[in-house]
């Protein structure tokens, strides 16, 4: 089992950054894939970013240049960098955990970010 809780989300004007952070807690953390996915109103969930155990790093094309992720093994966290926000990134961001060969995943209850003017 592993528990998952965000935060740093928040209302944040077009062209600025946000920091969104992940904790994780109740098994091996450095095992796992780690990832941030949002959702949209009316949309589906959709992968932004993610970061294997080895340090693999994989991003949604459209966040490419401008979101960073990065984990912290020793603090069993996870973090996305976001910069240069655009409307079209508002979203309720979810952290996700996931062993590599399981079915199953983990994830947050999610936090929202609004990008407006």
């Known amino acids: 089992q592993v528990q998952l809780v965000e935060s740093g989300g928040g209302l944040v004007q077009p062209g600025g950054s946000l920091r969104l952070s992940c904790a994780a807690s109740?098994?091996?953390?450095?095992?796992?894939?780690m990832g941030w996915h949002r959702q949209a109103p009316g949309k589906q969930r959709e992968l932004v970013a993610n970061i294997t155990s080895g340090g693999i790093l994989n991003y949604l094309d459209s966040v490419k240049g401008r979101f960073t992720i990065s984990r912290d093994n020793t603090k069993n966290t996870v973090s996305l960098e976001m910069n240069n926000l655009k409307p079209e990134d508002t979203a309720v961001y979810y952290c996700k955990a996931k062993r590599p060969g399981s079915l199953i995943a983990y994830w947050g209850r999610g936090t929202q970010v609004t990008v407006s003017s």
């Open positions: 109740g098994s091996i953390f450095s095992i796992y894939t």
